[in-house]
């Protein structure tokens, strides 16, 4: 019997004015990983910023559910420490917050709100400098204000590196891959992996195959024009990476 | 939560934020009411003073009953009525405290409930050195004996004016004469006590050295002057912290601090000031109106403020720097933030005298509620200072709607070789920063505080550690209240 | 200080409320006085000059000849001018020693320009915009200005007018009298939708030592949607003293672009006021000073956003040699409901000399917390390792100076959008006259 974990109904949602999500569905249950690929613009961004409550967005109608409450309730906190992370796309600088300092905030709050003990000062690197070698990332980085001056490359790992030590129950990964080379593509891919289980599930948003060879899909969804116009398995990227999305957007 | 950020106990009885809004009861020695030559001549018989001190105390007292108080900075405040203060109040004592042991055990517990060690063997480390001024007078100043050792003087002013007179006649008025400005010249006339300091040539001070200043009784001012010497080659770094209680009354501050930096000396002066800052609605709170200033005498100088100023109802304050010797230095790292009804104007100044003279100007101001702060600075290069160097960066947050924010550089050069360079932003902290935090679990109220803290970074960093954890909490508890 | 204000007749004098409006600027003149150095408004710029007793108005018409005091080697003629006629294609009006000559014909549909006088008489709509765009008590030369209200022109460019040829507004000033002053007064409205272009341009052709003051005041209106770009070259005479004051108020979506260029006069200030008054309005004010000898050059912006969404630019750069002094005040001001505005300033000066001074202060005055404002100034001298490069290379001192000084101004001159305009005053910006 399948859990569903997150339910999106009939979502709608602008931005500035903007009609950006039109109609969405999607049902993600425990265990499943779901990648939506899509064209430039086409909403993807918005729909994980509308997920994870940023500001700025207003919900026109349509309703959704995270482990069966009211997600658009939620204060964009309650909901990381509820399990959503997201990966973004375009991280953002802090200046003078070095990432130990914002970490140790980070996964304290978590902590304390699954009635956790905190991490002391020493647990919490040690913690942070393993999870950070397996990702290449060295020590000094994690000195630096965070994303500040960090390379596009950098910053991806960065967020990866926070995903693997907030331990979320449910990632959006929004274009994770963009920026890496080869090699980090992999070790990143193996670091999102290591959080799948059958209670975790994962929705990628990315433009290219490559990344779900390693982050094998369950289902795929093309999204265009602010909802799902077609769904299928993982050859459905494959079909997309030869064709690309005409095809779908007369099917319309 | 166990980090550097850590949000002290902060609930008193009261359930106010001002931890150190507490009255110290004991007995106080008071001149009446009031400002004539009289008073002053009471002041200056009380604590024994030579003749040429009272000569110079009348002569400011004069000259300062020609002047108006200046109205030019953004600052609005009720008028204050200087017939109506206490100019001297001291804790009563039978004779000036030989060593620790005699000094009232009541004002030993002042200044351990705010955090102030005075007992010698109290303090493990043993690195810093502490004068307490308790209104108007110096009560206690310790590790003297060890920087004896070294030749540094570190005593109570009205001690050298006693002990060491030719120092103080020497450069006491010599960096901020009586005629600067109407708060300084209130002060030349009416100081009390404050702190002297004199490093001889080519020592390194072996400890920090800091004042405490407290005021306790009610409607005094408080006027501590404080003179530090470096000689040549010598170093310090000087802390200096204050609080007041919290009364429902304004209580005014006028103090001056004057540093001479000879040759090859440097001097590092932080304070943390958090002067009771008034309620919310903005009564009561301190008017801080101080003159801080620096001469680099000698070539090679250096001098460098470093101030985190989150108290006070009115700040009026400009710490500067007289770069007279070739190469000399001068250093201002700031954050101030004002919250609720503050008012702050401050700033720097520096004036470029001598050939490759260098200068920095970091500020970062935080205005929140319905604060108003501004900056205010000068940059002045004479025609002789060739190849100076300024650098200024002025950074205003703004948290809420209702609060303001300005910046008023002055930049005057008269030389072509000088560099030059001001850059000034204003914003408020961005959504986009806000939402980063909060995605990754982390609440408003902590986020707020993370990204100020990260704002200010470039100036805390220059505090001495112990002082800029201090001062890390302060700035949390300043801002309560201010977010959402 | 009575001395600037004299009783004297202007035309209109039988109008009530003008007179009673001149009345008005005279008392707030001399309520204020000259500034001093205590004036923060004028902190850096004392006009020492203007304190002298011996300024007056031009003489009239008929009085001309006899009144000539420049003896016998006048070279004058009948005070005719020889300074450069405004060459670049536009709709022409001429003003000679402060007074109205010509008006260009053929102008435009919806667009009409009138003496001031004359719009004055015919008080069709001028009186709701003259003097109504600063306050007096708070600028003196304006005042003092409304005091001598006479000549100057009233234009106006209807709704949706969109000029193809800018209006130039050239002064020839070559009077041999001495110690002449003018108080010129535009009110400019650009209705909804207009767009137009408009060349001020203060040309001194006389007796080179000739020292006059010239003292004015710009009303400028820009309506919903309007656009004005405003260009003005100032190259008085070497002991003149201009002073000028624009008010500009910009509403919704509506746009001005200010450009002035400073070379000439003793004592010169350009000092520009918006208000940007509803949603969206936009300004960019843009300036550059060139200067030698004893001058004071004084460019004063004051940019205030009253409203959402607005936004400002300013970039000023300055060039000062001799024993000048550039001065440079520049503020910005954020209301409190003036949210998701914008204002950038940036000031950047050149020394020449060792007796050359820059003075600046710029000013941020922020009353919202939804805002993003910058401002920056930096100054310095020409780059010695460049210079020698360039000699190295055998370009002569004074020519490679010059390379440098076009090469730092080329980004302030980059924002003028005629390029015919761009082009001329490149090639007006330059160290020798
Ligand atoms: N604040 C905004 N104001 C106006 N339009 C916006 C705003 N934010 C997003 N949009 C528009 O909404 C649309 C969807 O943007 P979104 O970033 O979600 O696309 P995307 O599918 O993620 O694209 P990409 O593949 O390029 O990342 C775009 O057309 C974008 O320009
Ligand atoms: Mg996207």
Known sequence: MKTPLLEIEDLCARVADKEIIKGFNLTINEGEVHAIMGPNGAGKSTLSHVLCGKPGYEITSGTVRYKGKNLLAMAPEERAREGIFLIMQYPVEIPGVPVTTFLKHAVNAIRQHRHEPELDTMEFIKLLREEGKKLGINPDMLKRPINVGFSGGEKKRLEALQLAILKPQFSILDEADSGLDVDAMKVVAEAINAERTEHNAMLVITHYQRLLKDIVPDYVHIYADGHIVASGNKDLALEVEEQGYAQFLKEK | ?484 | MGELVQKVELMGSDLPWLEGLREKGAVFFEKQGLPTAKTEAWKYTRPRDLLADDFILPPLEEEKENACTCGEHCTCGHHQREGEDFLLQAYVIDFENGALEHIAHNLPRGVTIKPLIEAIYEDDGIRKYLNKSFDMEKNPFAALNTAYLEQGLFITIEKNVMLDKPLALVHHSFSCHENLMFHLRNVILLEEGAKAEIVEYYNYSGNEKSRYFTNIVNELYIGRHAELNHYKFQDEAFKAVHIAYNAVKVKGEGRYNGFCLQRGGNLARNETHVSLTEERAEAEINAAYIMNGWAVIDTTTDVEHLAPYTKSTQLVKGVVGGQAKGVFQGKIHIAPMAIKTEGAQLHKALLLTDEAEIDVKPELEIYNDDVKCSHGAASGELDADQLFYMRSRGIGEEEAKQILVDAYLQDVLEKINNQDIKDWLAAKAKLAK
Request: hydrophobic letters at 35%.
């Open chain 2, 1 to 484: 939560m166990t980090t550097e950020q850590e949000k002290p106990e902060i609930a008193d009885e009261s359930g106010d934020k001002y931890k150190y809004g507490f009255v110290t009861d004991i007995a106080s020695d008071t001149a009446p009411k009031g400002l004539s030559e009289d008073i002053i001549r009471l002041i200056s018989q009380k604590k024994g003073e030579p003749d040429w001190l009272l000569e110079r105390r009348l002569e400011a007292f004069r000259f300062w009953q020609k002047l108006k108080e200046p109205t030019w900075a953004k600052l609005s405040y009720d008028k204050i009525d200087y017939q109506d203060l206490y100019y001297y109040s001291a804790p009563k004592q039978k004779v000036a405290p030989k060593s620790l042991d005699e000094v009232d055990p009541e004002l030993l517990k002042t200044y351990e409930k705010l955090g102030i060690p005075l007992k010698e063997q109290e303090v493990l480390s043993g690195v810093v050195a502490v004068d307490a001024v308790f209104d108007s007078v110096s009560v206690a100043t310790t590790y003297r004996a060890k920087l004896a050792e070294k030749g540094v003087i570190f005593c109570p002013i009205s001690e050298a004016i006693k002990e060491y007179p030719e120092l103080v006649k020497k450069y006491l008025g010599s960096v901020v004469p009586y005629t600067d400005n109407f708060f300084a010249c209130l002060n030349s006339a009416v100081f009390t006590d404050g702190s002297f300091v004199y490093i001889p040539k080519g020592v390194r001070c072996p400890m920090e050295l800091s004042t405490y200043f407290r005021i306790n009784a009610q409607n005094t001012g408080q006027f501590e002057r404080t003179l530090i010497i470096a000689d040549e080659g010598s170093y310090v770094s000087y802390l200096e912290g204050c609080t007041a209680p919290q009364r429902d009354e304004n209580q005014l501050h006028a103090a001056i601090v004057e540093i001479v930096v000879l040759k090859d000396a440097e001097v590092k002066y932080s304070t943390v000031q958090n002067w009771y800052p008034g309620d919310k609605d903005g009564k009561g709170g301190v008017y801080n109106f101080v003159t801080k200033r620096a001469a680099c005498r000698g070539a090679n100088s250096k001098v460098s403020w470093t101030q985190v100023e989150t108290g006070s109802a009115i700040t009026w304050k400009y710490p500067s720097c007289i770069l007279q010797g070739d190469n000399s230095v001068g250093e201002f790292y700031s954050v101030a933030i004002t919250n609720n009804r503050q008012q702050a104007d401050t700033g720097t100044k520096m004036i470029h005298l001598g050939c490759n003279t260098s200068s920095k100007i970091i500020s970062k101001g935080i205005s929140a509620g319905r604060s108003n702060q501004t900056y205010r600075g000068l940059v002045k290069v004479s025609p002789n200072a060739d190849n100076a160097r300024n650098y200024s960066q002025c950074d205003s947050l703004l948290i809420g709607p209702d609060c303001g924010s300005h910046t008023i550089p002055y930049v005057e050069n008269r030389n072509k070789t000088a560099k030059l360079e001001h850059e000034a932003t204003t914003s408020k902290i961005s959504e986009e920063q806000l939402f980063y935090c909060q995605q990754r679990g982390i609440g408003e109220e902590e986020a707020v505080s993370l990204i100020v803290n990260g704002f200010c970074k470039e100036v805390m960093q220059h505090l001495p550690l112990e002082f800029a954890i201090e001062a890390a909490k302060l700035i949390n508890i300043s801002l309560e209240g201010s977010v959402g």
